[in-house]
């Protein structure tokens, strides 16, 4: 997830059953969806890979 953005935190839409949640943009581990436990962002040492579509940085 390449972005310019300052915020800690994201708003994912799940692309699985459109939930939206707020989750650490820098996760240790995968984030799970809390509806459908679909995975929304892949954890990779730094920046996640976001699995979901991406709503909004929130500070």
């Known amino acids: 997830?390449?972005?310019?953005?300052?915020?800690?935190?994201?708003?994912v839409?799940?692309?699985?059953?459109s939930n939206e949640q707020?989750?650490?943009k820098n996760p240790?581990?995968?984030?799970?969806?809390?509806v459908c436990g679909s995975t929304l962002v892949k954890s990779k040492g730094g920046?996640?890979?976001?699995?979901g579509e991406l709503i909004e940085v929130v500070d």
């Open 22 to 24: 707020i989750v650490f």
């Open 47 to 51: 920046a996640g890979e976001l699995r």
């Open 28 to 34: 240790a581990m995968n984030v799970s969806c809390n």
């Open 1 to 11: 997830m390449a972005d310019t953005h300052t915020g800690k935190f994201i708003k």
């Open 13 to 17: 839409r799940c692309a699985d059953c």
